[in-house]
């Protein structure tokens, strides 16, 4: 969502980073949030309380042009910095920077973006300390010019598969920098553009999914239907000759056609993609495998059916949502359960 704000702008923005955190605190380092000159906000740093703050730091970046470093500490007795009372017991440090139309830091946001998006890891690169004119956000690789000893800490980053913090003797080098890794964009398969299928598709792509629907029938792959997500048109025994299974972690099988669901499933259990998900009761999900015959031990511990978190879900837009958290906690190694047991009373 931030970065379809940022290149629908034509006014002077800032963009507020957080490079390190220490306790409990609402975002973790990499959060990125975007303020517009008219004080307007894509993204969160805490539950509000900076948020605020934020916005007059921002207005002193536009003003002078270059690139700030705020501290918030909110770990006292009384928490009572600001005037916020936060209570969070944690502390942040954030990096605020010019991020308009031609600046440095959006052309760096604009990399990365595309890079991810093609099936390639990225680091966004944020000077901390230092020379003035190494602060604030650069991506490698990019036609943006990066210092040797950058790229080296770069590329260690990308091929960890891991962030971290960076320090340097000096010179025209920041002293200490945040390299934050930045993941291949996470893709979803659709199998199936009903009507629950356009909710689903709509969180997928909010939650930073990318998102490709296809479907046999020409009145359902219809792109303006679903414009957050690539729509192929296809029969599902043709599907692997229409799309690269090993771009995708999940896919969901949801046509509400009994044998188009049983030619989805066929195809994706030659398929490497680790979750699939199937939409609909355990009776249909028996019936559909038990017609796979053979074919049906190849989906094995990948299949889960009926597919999302136990929610109560109900309409449409639950239902997308149960399926979406489901992808949500498997694509983050989570189990989805709740995180805490209600409290006991006293």
């Not at 963009?15 to 220490?22: H, N, S």
């Not at 990019?142 to 040797?148: D, G």
């Not at 020409?218 to 043709?238: G, L, N, W």
């Amino acid at each position: 969502m931030l970065l379809e704000r940022h290149r629908r702008l034509t006014a002077p923005c800032a963009l507020a980073t957080i490079v390190a955190t220490e306790g409990s605190t609402y975002r973790k380092a990499g959060a990125r949030m975007l303020i517009e000159a008219d004080g307007r906000i894509t993204g969160l740093l805490s539950g509000g309380c900076l948020e605020e703050d934020l916005r007059e730091r921002a207005r002193e970046v536009l003003a002078g042009g270059r690139p700030t470093i705020v501290e918030y500490d909110m770990r006292s007795a009384d928490d009572l910095i600001f005037g916020i009372g936060a209570g969070c017991e944690g502390a942040m440090r954030i990096v605020v920077e010019p991020a308009g139309a031609g600046s440095r830091a959006a052309g760096a946001l604009e990399a990365a973006s595309e890079l991810t998006r093609r099936g390639q890891g990225a680091a966004l690169l944020v000077g901390i300390a230092g020379a003035e004119a190494s602060r604030g956000t650069r991506a490698w690789p990019a036609a943006a010019p990066v210092e040797p000893e950058l790229i080296a800490a770069c590329q260690r980053v990308v091929l960890a598969a891991t962030s971290e913090n960076v320090h340097f003797a000096g010179g025209e080098l920041p002293t200490e920098a945040w390299i934050q890794y930045l993941a291949p964009t996470p893709r979803v398969l659709i199998c199936g553009g009903g009507l629950d299928a356009e909710p689903l598709v709509a969180l997928l792509a909010t939650l930073g999914f990318g998102v490709t629907l296809a479907d046999h029938r020409p009145a359902y792959a219809q792109p303006a239907r679903f414009p957050r997500a690539t729509v192929v048109a296809t029969a599902p025994a043709s599907l692997g000759a229409e799309v690269a299974f090993g771009d995708f972690f999940a896919a969901v099988v949801m046509s509400h056609h009994l044998a188009s669901d049983a030619q989805y499933l066929a195809v994706l259990a030659e398929s490497p993609i680790p979750y699939l998900g199937l939409l609909g009761p355990r009776a249909r999900r028996a019936r559909l495998l038990a017609d796979l015959g053979p074919v049906a031990a190849k989906l094995a511990g990948r299949l889960r059916g009926p597919i999302g978190l136990d929610i109560g879900a109900v309409t449409p837009e639950s239902i997308a949502l149960a399926i979406a958290a489901e992808i949500h906690a498997f694509a983050a190694g989570r189990g989805g359960g709740a995180i805490a047991q209600p409290v006991a009373r006293p």
